[in-house]
C-alpha cells in the first residue's frame, strides 16, 4: 500500500562492513559444504549486474515515453506488458508501474528487507537495502530525496510504495522536455536506474 507524505547516513552510502563479512562467511561455508557453486554464483551476480542490469526497465520506460497507448497499457498491467517483452521470472512476478506527474511524485522502498524488481532493474545497489534508507523513506521522504538532490516543488505530492515479496514496483519518471521526436534506443538514455526507483529524475539532453 503507498503512504502519502508532504546520524543522516548518505543515500548511497553502502552497507556496514559486518553484513558483507557474515554473507561472505555464509557463502565459504555452503562452498565448503558442496552446496553452492563459486563459479555459478559469480555468473547469476554478473548477470544481473552487467546482462540485465536497468537496462530492461530503461526501454519500458522509453516505450511508454514514445507511445501513449503502451503506457496506458502498462500502467493498468505492467506484469503482462513486461512478460511480453520477455522481462519476466523470480523477482518480478508481480510488477507495478507507478507515474511520476507534476502533482504527485512516486519514490519505492522495501521496508521489510530489500524486495526489488530484478528482471527489470538488476541488482539493488547498497543504499536501497540499507536501514537508513528503509526507515527514512517512509518517516521524511522530502529529506530523502533532498539527499539525492531532489528539490520537488511545494504543490508536489511524494508518495512512497512499499515493495514486498508478492509485489515490487517500477517508477515511470517524467519524460525530460526535449526529447521530442527521439526514437526508444536514444530515450534510453535519458533513463536512470535511481529515476524508476524514485530517487532520481530522468536524465536531461545536453
Known sequence: MPHDHHDHDHPHALLPPDPALRVKALETLLTAKGLIDPAALDEIIDTYAHKIGPQNGARVVAMAWADDNFRRRLLADATGVCAELGFYGRQGEHVVAVENTDEVHN???????????????????????????????????????????????????????????EIRYLVLPQRPEGTEGWDVDRLMTCVTRDSMIGTGLARVPA
Open 107 to 165: 519514490i519505492v522502498v522495501c521496508t521489510l528487507c530489500s524486495c526489488y524488481p530484478w528482471p527489470l532493474l538488476g541488482m539493488p545497489p547498497g543504499w536501497y537495502k540499507s536501514d537508513a534508507y528503509r526507515a527514512r523513506a517512509v518517516r521524511e521522504p522530502r529529506a530523502v530525496l533532498a539527499d539525492f538532490g531532489m528539490e520537488l516543488t511545494e504543490g508536489q505530492a511524494v508518495r512512497v510504495w512499499d515493495s514486498t515479496a
